[in-house]
């Protein structure tokens, strides 16, 4: 599994500290066999401890979430943040409110996040949030009380060139307006300590579109330099039908592609003719149903119970934007059989390590999450300037920047990955590209 010593003594360390957490051991040993070939290049990695320093967040943060629902009954949740890395700029990094919330999930994600964020090229370091709590079948009035409570807690953690949240799964425009709402209410400051705002309070255009499109810029890159294609007349299958998957969807079809499923936690749908975006809109994000309700809409389509058999239709490329682990290596081969040329992970950490590992021998495009769906966070930290300088740039200016960024991305994981021998492997690219820029600011500072 490792080649060095020291990097493996790294990673049985963080095992047996944190025995439980099989996500973030799985985030942390994929990025570690990466890094070998530049730990052994640069002793002073070792002698300074950098490996051991990267991995063990500057802080973690545990909150209890006490609040009210319709009922009047009093509900417990419990509340995360991880401030894992601030050596290139102030955490940065979306709040999850889901079920399957806990430590590991949190940390997978803050470690992910440092190097995603250090690939943007924009001076934001990795942090990530959340909380075990279900927006799913909830109020306005009881998200809005959990939101409030939520935020009285972390409040006291966050501020504008300290740490800057986001959202992610479960946390979309309404949430981030009430805990925006909140910290307004608490500290009497206007200041840019979130992003994914509304535009009428200090929000930017294509923050709602951005991690969508940028996950198509990155692929649409990649397909130019590796295999000199494009997305015209590509079948495409996305899993979920969520913020990312909905505007990934939007970007493709826009690109000439034709977009033939999507999914949600319950099953997926089939449309050969290609998906009609807007009745997934109006089922997603104006009632907030199931996507099995296509069918109403589109009788020709067809739904299946299960969104994990979405892997065996026939495309030509694949964009997973659901959940961690929803490509195991059974529907990697799947895909490579029928023929799929690119693989571009809208969700983070979609595909089991296997599964990657597999695309790559395999001769196919495989964009890793921390690169191919940096967008969100890019457009993120475009908003943090502009909340800065107290400017609103315009869609064109934003989506522009959005592009480059995104093209950066891809070429900054390729090259390094060329320069690693395996023009394929843009995972380990992305990887060392990423840590790269942190161990030196690490380096710069000194130890802290």
Same mark, same amino acid.
């Given at each position: 599994?490792?080649?060095?010593?020291?990097?493996?003594?790294?990673?049985?360390?963080?095992?047996?500290?944190?025995?439980?957490?099989?996500?973030?051991?799985?985030?942390?040993?994929?990025?570690?066999?990466?890094?070998?070939?530049?730990?052994?290049?640069?002793?002073?990695?070792?002698?300074?401890?950098?490996?051991?320093?990267?991995?063990?967040?500057?802080?973690?943060?545990?909150?209890?979430?006490?609040?009210?629902?319709?009922?009047?009954?009093?509900?417990?949740?419990?509340?995360?943040?991880?401030?894992?890395?601030?050596? *290139? #700029?102030?955490?940065? !990094?979306?709040? /999850?409110?889901?079920?399957?919330? +806990?430590?590991?999930?949190?940390?997978?994600? %803050? &470690?992910?996040?440092?190097?995603?964020?250090?690939?943007?090229?924009?001076?934001?370091?990795?942090?990530?949030?959340?909380?075990?709590?279900?927006?799913?079948?909830?109020?306005?009035?009881?998200?809005?009380?959990?939101?409030?409570?939520?935020?009285?807690?972390?409040?006291?953690?966050?501020?504008?060139?300290?740490?800057?949240?986001?959202?992610?799964?479960?946390?979309?425009?309404?949430? *981030? #307006?009430?805990?925006? !709402?909140?910290? /307004?209410?608490?500290?009497?400051? +206007?200041?840019?300590?979130?992003?994914?705002? %509304? &535009?009428?309070?200090?929000?930017?255009?294509?923050?709602?579109?951005?991690?969508?499109?940028?996950?198509?810029?990155?692929?649409?890159?990649?397909?130019?330099?590796?295999?000199?294609?494009?997305?015209?007349?590509?079948?495409?299958?996305?899993?979920?039908?969520?913020?990312?998957?909905?505007?990934?969807?939007?970007?493709?079809?826009?690109?000439?592609?034709?977009?033939?499923?999507?999914?949600?936690?319950?099953?997926?749908?089939?449309?050969?003719?290609?998906?009609?975006?807007?009745?997934?809109?109006?089922?997603?994000?104006?009632?907030?149903?199931?996507?099995?309700?296509?069918?109403?809409?589109?009788?020709?389509?067809?739904?299946?119970?299960?969104?994990?058999?979405?892997?065996?239709?026939?495309?030509?490329?694949?964009?997973?934007?659901?959940?961690?682990?929803?490509?195991?290596?059974?529907?990697?081969?799947?895909?490579?059989?029928?023929?799929?040329?690119?693989?571009?992970?809208?969700?983070?950490?979609?595909?089991?390590?296997?599964?990657?590992?597999?695309?790559?021998?395999?001769?196919?495009?495989?964009?890793?999450?921390?690169?191919?769906?940096?967008?969100?966070?890019?457009?993120?930290?475009?908003?943090?300037?502009?909340?800065?300088?107290?400017?609103?740039?315009?869609?064109?200016?934003?989506?522009?920047?959005?592009?480059?960024?995104?093209?950066?991305?891809?070429?900054?994981?390729?090259?390094?990955?060329?320069?690693?021998?395996?023009?394929?492997?843009?995972?380990?690219?992305?990887?060392?590209?990423?840590?790269?820029?942190?161990?030196?600011?690490?380096?710069?500072?000194?130890?802290?």
């Amino acid at each position: 599994m490792f080649k060095s010593e020291y990097v493996k003594k790294v990673y049985d360390n963080l095992v047996a500290k944190n025995p439980n957490e099989l996500e973030f051991q799985q985030a942390a040993l994929e990025i570690l066999e990466s890094l070998e070939p530049l730990v052994l290049a640069r002793p002073e990695i070792q002698k300074n401890k950098i490996l051991e320093r990267f991995v063990e967040p500057e802080r973690f943060v545990q909150f209890r979430v006490a609040w009210v629902d319709d009922n009047g009954e009093v509900q417990v949740n419990r509340g995360y943040r991880v401030q894992y890395n601030s050596s *290139i #700029g102030p955490y940065k !990094g979306g709040l /999850r409110f889901h079920p399957t919330v +806990n430590a590991s999930i949190i940390k997978f994600l %803050g &470690l992910e996040q440092v190097l995603k964020n250090s690939l943007t090229s924009l001076p934001m370091g990795g942090g990530k949030g959340g909380s075990d709590f279900d927006p799913k079948g909830k109020s306005d009035r009881e998200i809005m009380a959990f939101c409030q409570a939520f935020m009285t807690e972390l409040y006291r953690h966050i501020g504008p060139d300290t740490d800057v949240p986001a959202g992610d799964i479960g946390v979309g425009g309404r949430e *981030i #307006g009430y805990l925006y !709402g909140q910290y /307004r209410r608490i500290k009497n400051e +206007n200041v840019g300590v979130l992003t994914g705002k %509304g &535009l009428t309070y200090g929000g930017s255009l294509v923050r709602t579109e951005a991690t969508g499109y940028g996950l198509c810029y990155f692929t649409l890159e990649a397909l130019k330099v590796m295999k000199n294609e494009s997305f015209k007349a590509k079948k495409v299958v996305i899993s979920g039908s969520g913020n990312v998957a909905i505007y990934a969807c939007e970007k493709a079809t826009s690109l000439g592609a034709k977009v033939v499923a999507m999914s949600d936690s319950n099953g997926y749908i089939y449309d050969e003719d290609g998906i009609n975006l807007a009745v997934v809109k109006e089922i997603k994000e104006v009632r907030r149903g199931r996507i099995k309700e296509y069918l109403n809409y589109v009788t020709k389509a067809k739904y299946v119970e299960g969104p994990q058999n979405i892997w065996a239709i026939k495309c030509d490329i694949a964009l997973p934007c659901a959940t961690q682990n929803e490509l195991d290596l059974e529907a990697a081969k799947m895909l490579v059989k029928n023929g799929v040329i690119a693989v571009c992970e809208g969700a983070n950490m979609p595909s089991t390590l296997e599964a990657a590992k597999y695309f790559i021998s395999s001769g196919i495009i495989y964009g890793p999450a921390k690169a191919a769906n940096a967008g969100g966070v890019a457009t993120s930290g475009l908003e943090m300037s502009q909340n800065s300088a107290r400017l609103s740039w315009s869609f064109a200016e934003v989506d522009a920047k959005l592009k480059d960024i995104m093209v950066n991305i891809f070429h900054n994981a390729y090259n390094m990955a060329k320069k690693l021998g395996n023009p394929y492997d843009l995972l380990a690219g992305a990887n060392i590209a990423g840590f790269e820029k942190v161990c030196n600011a690490m380096l710069a500072l000194g130890v802290y």
